[in-house]
């Protein structure tokens, strides 16, 4: 599976859309990115995950460049409960699910 | 729907002792797997399982076996507990090991003194 690089840490202000990067630039065809994210200790969460198009769900949207070397996670009306530590990771559809999770970045939304 | 359930959430144990963690999900999942993070880091993966009777290495799996005797359940265990031990333990599953999403229990958090 391919590496990311996430920044370790990331400040924004409540109400405003938080903008996360995650560099993949050894991706292949086949990986899908994959967001998810841990509030406190608690179990990670799934956000969302796209393979080529950009997509859109309930918590966030998923912005994938058309050289799937990099992409954004948008949190469109940040909140003091998305304060949370985000992990983006590539993945392939046939590796039996099991995701490769970095050290993410730390997300603090501020009031 | 409980989803995935983690037993005990606590534990503390000697070097040396030994102890089971149980997982339980009542999604009907096929994949589920056992994951440890340490203090300010990333999860790791231990072990996995891709259907009732089947497991299968992570990347840190040394000093863990594992055992799924029931597609509900996937047990992990540790039979000599060293204080490296010492971590959160996180089990998840998924309906299948291609784009879908996994689903996490709460952790359980072992102590190995």
């Known amino acids: 599976d391919a590496k990311t690089t996430q920044p370790t840490s990331m400040d924004c202000a409540e109400g405003r859309a938080a903008n996360l990067p995650c560099n993949h630039s050894?991706?292949?065809?086949?990986?899908?990115v994959y967001w998810y994210r841990q509030i406190h200790s608690q179990g990670p969460q799934y956000i969302i995950h796209?393979?080529?198009n950009n997509e859109t769900n309930e918590m966030a949207s998923l912005i994938i460049t058309e050289d799937r070397k990099s992409s954004t996670l948008i949190l469109p009306h940040a909140t003091l409960r998305d304060t949370a530590v985000y992990y983006c990771?590539?993945?392939?559809?046939?590796?039996?699910?099991?995701?490769?999770f970095g050290q993410g970045t730390t997300l603090q939304v501020k009031p | 729907n409980a989803g995935v359930t983690q037993t005990p959430k606590f534990r503390v144990l000697k070097t040396g002792q030994s102890m089971t963690l149980l997982c339980a999900q009542d999604?009907?999942?096929?994949?589920m797997y056992w994951y440890r993070q340490d203090p300010g880091m990333g999860l790791r993966l231990i072990h996995y399982?891709?259907?009732?009777?089947?497991?299968a290495k992570g990347e840190v799996p040394d000093g863990y076996n594992v055992s799924r005797l029931k597609k509900q359940n996937f047990l992990l265990g540790l039979e000599s507990a060293a204080p490296s031990q010492t971590s959160v333990y996180f089990c998840?599953?998924?309906?299948?090991?291609?784009?879908?999403?996994?689903?996490f229990g709460e952790g359980s958090r072992l102590t190995v003194l």
């Open positions: 050894t991706i292949s065809g086949n990986e899908y």
């Open positions: 399982s891709v259907g009732e009777g089947t497991t």
């Open positions: 796209g393979l080529k």
């Open positions: 990771i590539a993945a392939s559809s046939g590796n039996t699910g099991k995701l490769i």
């Open positions: 998840a599953s998924s309906q299948s090991g291609g784009s879908g999403e996994l689903f």
């Open positions: 999604m009907n999942h096929e994949y």
